[in-house]
């Protein structure tokens, strides 16, 4: 395990192994805590992405899958939510994402040996069938789901569901979720794209 701010620990790793492409997960997620922390935002998913896009072309490793967000939309007008939509979002985690890709693109029109990809999507929930892989149920939870599983096992009484005057049938809001596995199998389709001399990834 190493953190991502650190360059030389990431630089060792990077000389020990030899790495064909990376699946680009690190960084911070809560919305409500980057609010109320952005340095903290942008030092990890800012600084840390420049750090591993600077070993990895120092170690010649030029294929990226970045997982970004569909948080970089901000609150998109209409539905359902295409690529084509404005990038307007409404707080420094969204930012991070949004100035994460743009860094990807910069490199890339700078270096075409570069094939990256970046994934944007809404809430991902669920854990593997296992139980090893999840969310830990200890912890305070980033989004709804955990709470709706702490009622239905009797640990919560209820869940809040905050806001009325949202433009659906009850005014409440409404939030799209992907399962974990569904998005795991979806980086790794994203992840052999890259290995597919045939394909033209652009930015």
Request: net charge neutral; glycine share 8%; proline share 6%.
């Amino acid at each position: 395990r190493v953190d991502i701010r650190d360059e030389d620990a990431l630089d060792a790793v990077f000389a020990s192994t030899r790495f064909d492409a990376v699946i680009h997960f690190a960084g911070l997620k809560a919305v409500g805590e980057s609010v109320q922390k952005p340095l903290f935002y942008y030092d990890h998913n800012i600084a840390g992405t420049i750090n591993l896009l600077k070993v990895m072309a120092a170690h010649e490793c030029k294929k990226l899958v970045f997982s970004s967000s569909a948080a970089v939309y901000g609150s998109p007008k209409n539905s359902p939510c295409t690529e084509e939509f404005p990038l307007l979002p409404h707080n420094p985690y969204g930012r991070t994402k949004l100035m994460a890709e743009e860094i990807c693109r910069d490199i890339y029109r700078s270096d075409s040996e570069w094939r990256i990809i970046l994934l944007r999507y809404f809430n991902p929930v669920g854990a593997h069938p296992s139980g090893y892989l999840g969310e830990d149920p200890r912890g305070v939870p980033n989004n709804l789901m955990p709470y709706v599983q702490q009622v239905a096992v009797g640990r919560r009484p209820s869940v809040t569901i905050f806001g009325n005057n949202y433009a659906t049938k009850d005014g409440t809001g409404v939030r799209d979720y992907i399962h974990v596995l569904d998005l795991a199998e979806g980086h790794i389709a994203a992840l052999r794209k890259l290995f597919d001399s045939s394909s033209n990834i652009g930015m």
